[in-house]
């Protein structure tokens, strides 16, 4: 089942922070977050493992609440590369493929 | 992190013809995955592919319209057939790192059918 994504869409100026939700109507025991540039392929950032864990990507950084089923990336003082879209991709039924969600499309302008 | 080389990077097709997108990965790995990606739309996997056995295909999709091989660890297929337009989309092939355990993607195959 999808995970989903809010908000849909976020646009910001440089320098502003933003926060990118997935949440799951099953339990998750992991939560990927990749981005999309604009005709380029998906891009791993980063994987939360267990719930409570909260990772760090330069200022890119993400947390796990494997209670609440949901995961949320944090991005502080956004840059212009940060644009693009974001998707959680969340394991289905503990194999290893990937079920993504809706995506979340963020522009960064100057 | 694994690399993969996939292709063609695009093609424009006519109805009732079949495609054959390649991925070649550097590392040997257990699963390949096959996605389809419709514009502006999220990541939907057609099929996972094991070495030496038949794929695992998601549900919406066939081995008829959609066969893959997989003949050594390294390689995959996925052949489009008997394209229509609502074939048009981006197909993208992928591997789970274990280095990292994050996926790695092929660039994308853009397809347009006409």
């Known amino acids: 089942q999808q995970p989903v994504q809010s908000p849909q869409a976020v646009i910001l100026r440089e320098g502003e922070d933003a926060v990118i939700n997935c949440s799951s109507s099953k339990a998750l025991y992991s939560v990927h977050w990749y981005r999309q540039k604009h005709g380029e392929a998906p891009v791993f950032l980063m994987i939360l493992l267990k719930g409570g864990e909260q990772k760090g990507h330069e200022k890119i950084s993400a947390s796990f609440n494997e209670k609440k089923q949901q995961s949320s990336l944090y991005l502080t003082a956004s840059q212009l590369s940060y644009s693009g879209t974001y998707f959680c991709g969340t394991p289905d039924q503990g194999a290893q493929k990937l079920v993504f969600g809706q995506g979340t499309r963020l522009t960064i302008n100057p | 992190s694994a690399v993969i080389s996939q292709k063609p990077s695009r093609d424009i097709c006519q109805r009732g013809t079949s495609l054959t997108i390649q991925c070649q990965v550097d590392?040997?790995?257990?699963?390949m995955f096959w996605y389809r990606q419709q514009p502006g739309q999220s990541l939907t996997l057609i099929a996972t592919?094991?070495?030496?056995?038949?794929?695992?295909?998601e549900s919406g999709f066939v081995i008829d319209k959609f066969p893959i091989s997989r003949p050594n660890l390294t390689f995959s297929t996925l052949t489009v057939s008997n394209m229509s337009p609502e074939d048009s989309s981006i197909y993208l092939c992928?591997?789970?790192?274990?280095?990292?355990?994050?996926?790695?993607f092929g660039s994308g195959t853009r397809l347009t059918v006409v």
């Open positions: 590392s040997q790995v257990t699963m």
């Open positions: 992928s591997v789970e790192n274990r280095t990292n355990y994050g996926y790695t």
């Open positions: 592919a094991n070495q030496g056995s038949e794929a695992t295909y």
